[in-house]
């Protein structure tokens, strides 16, 4: 069962639920019907989750981070970061060195690489004053401290959340995360691709299907071109401009969709010899760094680039160089310059597109999503101007084309993976709202057969879902090498760990568990003067079997209480008792020594004549109906005089009479009836003293 509602405190709190089962609950900080931002938080059985932390590339400051203020950030047990993009990863330091968030994070290797390249790169090319800076380098080499990683299928416990990952195609180190608390999985896609590039492997499809899926909607109904189609169309463009005279520009994340261009234009000028004196820029601060890294994880990436690097590094570009800044370029005569940001909001791409815009022989290619709110997104209407970085105007002359190898998946892909896994509730994010409205009707329409449960929410709106979780407890070690008879009892002790329970035998305990198992032996000495054999009958009356030991066995006298415990005679003054502990035992235990005890009040009035002993035989009634009334109500609770001397015992809506001098018994129910005679008859000869011919 979902629902979605108005926003709630997502801090943790102690109120009880009034439905049955438990309660999980999703919401969007960020990427709930926008692009940008991606930050999803998740709740369930005490539980916290976070998936990405990222900014919004259209803001600036505090205004592009996720609504983290409607969360608290000390209850995250843990955060998963899916890939290195901005809008996923960059507000990560800021979350980490600057809320109060102290669980743990975890990305893969590739992606943490990457992460610092990328953001360090952020904060030098941001144009916000010191004020709207969100953090600085300091703050990006702390948090990489505290970032741990992760492979692709290994699978992590925290805090009783498992977890793992899988290929996410998109981008090297993508990865999307399913998440199990207590039996419930979920899987968040992340940004993913389920189609081979010339570099990267295709999204994989989980072997397991999830009950709730929290995937991407970019391109909602969209169809991509066929990837021959798009970039031949691609490589047309680009001729066609230079052989005009132009310049091309190509903004990208410097990370990512550039590696994959770079290929196809290397392939490209490899082919067409009359292109080798056009120079291609790779125009980013991070260039050479930036191939280091995926040099370095050459075999995270398809066959066919591992295939390719036995031979030569596909990444060492014969006809492109890198271009660390605007001052160390000489814009003479035609070149292709692939720069970042893909927005154009700063940095290279937007210095040069402010340089190129007004010629209508250059052209801008864009080659991937765009974000609302920058000057990327606004070129694609080809407006007559533009707004310059001073506030000037500019008139835009430049041809602009929007060629897409944004390796986010279309409807086509979307609706196949969603068909393989069939998750009975879908949750839709990082979508525009109009994209995602109609993706969202689609897939009802789709899957109008099947009962699946399709959400869009806001930022901030929580998706509210039941799961009726199941206690099942499995038996391991000795205790599982035999299958159990119907109706048949199996005892072991009872392990909780996190969400799991498993049965196992005590000896097993040590190789199952971190905990292990003792045995504590028990001696107590007690002051005794009274004759051992009194002791030993007055244990006969309460106990079935006591038996004296073989005289092999102790070298003075000593009997064994319920073949648990030993008493054995010390000195005239003393005696002393052994038991090995257990429940049972120590109860056992307990009872002889309040015997022991009792025995040795009594004493005196046995073996010393004194006035006391001529005391009315009534007197010594009315104690000891005292004691007796005391040790019912113990025993049974509701214990009233009632006519002709009798007790009346009440238990459970039954009614037993008990007449104190015979110890008869009137009782309907047969059960009550035969429980209070026997107490009756054991109190009274716990409590009537010895008779003094005993000896």
Not at 192 to 198: A, G, H, L, N, V
Not at 293 to 313: D, G, H, K, L, P
Not at 491 to 505: D, P, R, W
Not at 526 to 549: C, D, P
């Amino acid at each position: 069962m979902a629902s979605t509602g108005p926003p709630q405190s997502l801090k943790r709190s102690d109120t009880s639920l009034t439905r049955e089962g438990d309660q999980l609950i999703i919401t969007p900080l960020g990427a709930g019907n926008e692009v940008g931002r991606s930050c999803v938080y998740m709740s369930y059985k005490g539980k916290t989750i976070l998936f990405d932390c990222g900014i919004h590339p259209a803001y600036s400051g505090m205004a592009a981070l996720p609504y983290f203020d409607e969360i608290d950030p000390s209850t995250i047990d843990v955060l998963l970061v899916t890939h290195f993009h901005l809008d996923h990863a960059a507000s990560l330091p800021y979350f980490l060195e600057k809320t109060t968030f102290k669980g743990r994070v975890f990305m893969t290797h590739a992606t943490k690489a990457i992460y610092k390249l990328l953001l360090s790169d952020y904060v030098k090319v941001s144009k916000v004053s010191v004020e709207d800076m969100l953090y600085d380098e300091q703050d990006i080499l702390r948090s990489m401290d505290k970032i741990e990683v992760i492979d692709f299928h290994q699978t992590l416990e925290v805090n009783g959340i498992r977890f793992w990952c899988y290929t996410a195609g998109h981008v090297l180190g993508a990865a999307m995360f399913m998440v199990d608390i207590a039996g419930v999985r979920v899987l968040y896609t992340g940004d993913y691709s389920r189609e081979e590039d010339r570099h990267l492997r295709a999204a994989e499809i989980p072997q397991f299907s999830p009950d709730i899926c929290i995937i991407e909607s970019t391109y909602g109904v969209q169809l991509h071109q066929p990837r021959n189609v798009r970039e031949k169309r691609f490589t047309d463009v680009i001729h066609s401009t230079i052989s005009q005279g132009g310049r091309v520009l190509i903004p990208a994340f410097a990370l990512g969709r550039a590696q994959e261009l770079l290929l196809i234009l290397d392939e490209y000028w490899s082919n067409h010899p009359e292109l080798h004196n056009i120079p291609i820029y790779y125009a980013s601060p991070l260039a050479k760094r930036c191939m280091a890294v995926y040099q370095t994880y050459i075999n995270s990436m398809n066959e066919r680039i591992r295939n390719q690097f036995a031979n030569s590094n596909p990444f060492d570009f014969k006809h492109i160089s890198p271009l660390k800044s605007i001052e160390n370029f000489n814009d003479v005569g035609p070149s292709v310059v692939m720069a970042s940001p893909s927005g154009l909001q700063s940095g290279l791409s937007r210095q040069l597109f402010e340089m190129w815009c007004s010629d209508k022989k250059n052209a801008c290619v864009i080659p991937g999503y765009v974000v609302e709110g920058t000057l990327a997104k606004t070129i694609i209407n080809e407006p007559k101007e533009v707004t310059l970085m001073n506030g000037l105007t500019a008139p835009l002359n430049m041809q602009v084309h929007y060629i897409s190898f944004s390796a986010h998946a279309d409807f086509a892909q979307t609706s196949t993976f969603l068909k393989e896994l069939m998750p009975p509730n879908i949750i839709l994010v990082h979508g525009e709202a109009n994209e995602m409205g109609r993706l969202k009707q689609k897939l009802i329409t789709q899957f109008a057969d099947r009962n699946t449960k399709i959400i869009s929410p806001k930022n901030c709106q929580s998706v509210e879902m039941y799961f009726n979780s199941e206690k099942m407890a499995k038996t391991i070690g000795r205790l599982a090498e035999k299958t159990p008879e119907v109706g048949e009892t199996v005892s072991g002790l009872l392990v909780k760990k996190a969400f799991t329970y498993q049965i196992m035998a005590p000896d097993d305990l040590h190789v199952f568990s971190q905990l292990s198992t003792a045995n504590i032996s028990q001696r107590i000495t007690i002051a005794y003067t009274g004759a051992f054999g009194v002791l030993k009958h007055r244990l006969k009356q309460m106990f079935e079997s006591v038996e004296s030991l073989p005289d092999e066995e102790s070298e003075d006298p000593a009997f064994c209480v319920h073949e648990r415990l030993t008493v054995k005679y010390e000195s005239e003054k003393h005696i002393s008792l052994h038991w090995r502990s257990d429940p049972i035992s120590d109860m056992v235990s307990d009872s002889v020594v309040a015997l022991v005890l009792n025995i040795s009040r009594e004493i005196p009035k046995v073996v010393v004549e004194s006035e006391e002993a001529t005391k009315s035989e009534e007197e010594n009634n009315k104690k000891a109906e005292k004691v007796i009334h005391a040790l019912l109500v113990s025993l049974f609770g509701d214990v009233k005089f009632g006519e002709n001397g009798k007790l009346v015992i009440s238990v459970d809506g039954n009614v037993a009479h008990l007449d104190k001098q015979s110890g008869n018994v009137e009782s309907e129910n047969e059960g009550l009836k035969e429980r209070v005679r026997v107490a009756f008859q054991r109190i009274q000869n716990a409590v009537k003293p010895i008779p003094l011919s005993v000896s």
